[in-house]
């Protein structure tokens, strides 16, 4: 299995101190107290601005990010960064069952490949808990995988407050990047 390895620096241009990661991290707290740049050099991670996964999140792929603020625009994430979480390689089918209310009551769609609107497809105005019984995902905020994401994982999501966000779902996509 492929492993992941990222490194956050306190600076802008990979300068000041770092912290290497090569799995997941539920707090980096003691180890930076910033991030201003970021080098992934293998795998594809998660950030968060939160510690234990929790708080606004941001897709990492393969590559180097001098300025990581800029990347990740206008107040979505912080210099901050408390968290990461490496997405293991996956190659097979995508399957998620999304429900329009937490414990998976309301309208129930299943999905196994990416949707660009859930309203234009499904007629579902919300989305709170999923079931992914099958491949990564990234929820999106607005139409067309735009906006704040949310990492969903193999398992059952009964309430994605409970993930720590209030976010509205409106698009959804596989992780189908080779990580």
Known sequence: ???GRIIFYEDRNFQG??????SDCSDMTS???RCNSIRVESGCFM????????????FMRRGEYPDSQRLMGMGMMSDFIRSCRMIP??????RMRIYEKENFAGQMSELMEDCESIMDRFRMSDCQSCN????HWLMYEQPHFRGRMMYMMPGEH??????????RISSIKRITDYC
């Not at 950030?47 to 941001?58: A, H, L, P, R, S």
């Not at 992914?132 to 491949?135: A, L, Y």
């Not at 009964?158 to 976010?167: A, H, L, P, V, Y």
Request: with cysteine; charged share 20%; proline share 2%.
């Open 1 to 3: 299995m492929a492993s």
């Open 17 to 22: 101190r770092s912290y290497e990661c090569m």
């Open 31 to 33: 180890y930076l107290s």
């Open 47 to 58: 950030i968060y601005d939160g510690t234990d996964f929790m708080g606004n999140q941001f």
């Open 89 to 94: 390689p996956y190659r097979g089918s995508y």
């Open 132 to 135: 992914v019984m099958d491949g």
């Open 158 to 167: 009964r309430s994605f407050r409970d993930m720590g966000t209030t976010m």
